[in-house]
Every structure is written in C-alpha cells, then in structure tokens.
C-alpha cells in the first residue's frame, strides 16, 4: 500500500494533504468566530486552497528540478524553497486581488486602485504567513520522507507494527542475500 503514495510530490498526496490542513484550520476559524454569526465555508475554502497549491508545489518542484540540493543542509533547502513558495503566494494572492478588482470596475488600472483602497494588509499578511507555515510543514515531510527512502514515511506513520516489522524484516533478509 505504501508504494501507492510513495511520491511526496504526487498531485494526489500533495492536494489530500493541503486540502486536510486547509479544511482543519478552517473549522478552527469557524470555531473562532462562531459567536460573531460570520459565514465561513470552510470546505469550500479547504478545496480551492488545496487545488491551488497542489498545481503549484509541483511546478516549481519541476522548474527547481535542475538545481542541485545535495550539498546544501536540509534546513536551508527547506528555508529556501518555503520562501520562494511565500513569495509566490503572495504574488499569486496580489495578481488574484487585482484581476477579481479589475473585472468589477472594467479597467487595469481601476482594479488596482481598488484592491489599494480595500486593502487590509494585516489579514493579508496573516494569510501567507499561515500558508508560508502549511507549506514549510508540507517541504519539512517532503525532505524527511526523501532522507529516509521514498515511501519510507508513509510506511512508518500509516501502516500497522506488525507490518513495518514484516517489511523490515524482508528487507534485511534481501540484503543478507546481496552480501
């Protein structure tokens, strides 16, 4: 079964995981403001964040593809590439803002001085850190699960004992034979 998800970077995992985070910290935020009667749809959110950032995490996994990280400290590989992926976000929030602004009152120019007028830099900056902070937690299991073996992690947090040890187990038994 590990072998079925293996790959951090598949689409599938990379969206189930953000789209889990995403719909946990939006019921938390429902939590938060219930007394406030404020609508929130929280699975909505949860979705289209999730999409989002599972068409993104692997385009740029595929345009930093031709840089080598060996030679660099996890951390810093980790550090760099939650960076990037902040920038973008906030590039991408910004573009959203404008484009949904420039619609609204029919002009370029227009849409960005309204996004200028309405804009709430707090929230916004919240905003990315939170998802600055999802995504490093996503890169954080990305480089262990590629410093233990690929499917490595998934096999230690997912399957039961028993089946850890019979996997283990085989695969000593394979390397006794090599040897």
């Known amino acids: 079964m ?3 998800f293996s790959a951090g970077s598949e689409p599938i995992v990379t ?3 953000f789209f889990s985070v995403f719909l946990l910290l939006g019921l938390l935020f429902k939590l938060f403001v219930a007394q406030y009667a404020i609508e929130f749809s929280a699975f909505t959110k949860a979705a289209v964040a999730a999409l989002i950032l599972g068409k993104i995490i692997p385009l740029l996994d595929w345009a930093e593809s031709g840089h080598r990280f060996e030679t660099h400290r996890r951390a810093v590989v980790i550090a760099g590439k939650t960076l990037v992926y ?5 590039v991408i929030g910004m573009g959203e803002r404008i484009y949904e ?5 029919g002009s370029f120019r227009g849409g960005i001085g309204l996004v200028i007028a309405n804009a709430n830099a707090n929230r916004f900056l919240g905003l990315v850190l939170l998802i600055t902070l999802v995504v490093g937690a996503y890169l954080t ?9 690929e499917g490595e992690l998934f096999r230690i947090l997912f399957e039961r004992p028993a089946e850890r040890k019979a ?5 000593a038994e394979l390397s006794q034979r090599e040897t």
């Open 2 to 4: 590990a072998e079925q």
């Open 15 to 17: 969206v189930l995981f």
């Open 86 to 90: 902040g920038v973008v976000v906030i």
């Open 101 to 105: 602004a420039s619609r609204r009152v």
């Open 141 to 149: 299991l990305q480089e262990i699960n590629r410093a233990m073996g």
């Open 167 to 171: 996997c283990s187990g085989h695969a």
